[in-house]
């Protein structure tokens, strides 16, 4: 009887990680699925992301890939400092797209300096149903708009304690 030869280990570890990589939940396409229903629960959900700071950066914009529908985030030198946000209903633009809009309470203007300049900004958002859920489509080049509580957490963080007062001094 012929002698059986053992599998090499890097074999054995390719094998391995094939069936690992294979095996990744909710990542089909690249793209995470998007469990939510509607339109107005994917642009909150986006928004509420948002102004939590996480597309401030690299470490932490993944997070709002569930409901968008573009892969690569841009570096913005632009935030906006937000005190709040409404989602209105949406409006279908036919079976498997919808605009909403939402209104942003702004605060100011984060751009290496911050400018306060209190105001209210509609955005409108296109959302489409895909094979992964609703997807926002645009817009895609959006600075961040962030609460003016995370904002000044963000700027404490990375030692900008100057203009973190100001926001806090802005937003009383």
């Not at 995470?32 to 928004?47: F, H, I, Q, R, S």
Request: hydrophobic residues 40%; charged residues 25%; glycine residues 6%.
């Amino acid at each position: 009887m012929p002698k059986k030869r053992p599998v090499p280990w890097f074999v054995t570890l390719v094998l391995l990680a094939a069936l690992v990589l294979s095996g990744c939940p909710g990542k089909e396409g690249g793209l995470p699925k998007n469990p939510l229903a509607t339109p107005e629960e994917t642009v909150k959900a986006y928004c509420d992301l948002d102004a939590k700071g996480v597309r401030l950066t690299s470490t932490t914009w993944s997070k709002v890939l569930p409901y968008i529908s573009w892969t690569e985030e841009a570096g913005f030198d632009r935030a906006v400092v937000i005190s709040g946000f409404t989602v209105q209903k949406a409006r279908k633009i036919g079976e498997k797209a919808a605009t909403v809009a939402v209104e942003y309470q702004v605060l100011g203007t984060l751009a290496g300096e911050y400018v306060a300049s209190r105001r209210s900004e509609t955005v409108r958002f296109t959302v489409a149903m895909t094979d992964r859920g609703w997807r926002i489509s645009s817009p895609d080049f959006m600075p961040p708009h962030v609460s003016d509580t995370a904002m000044v957490k963000h700027l404490e963080g990375t030692k900008r304690l100057e203009q973190a007062d100001k926001i806090r001094n802005e937003a009383k």
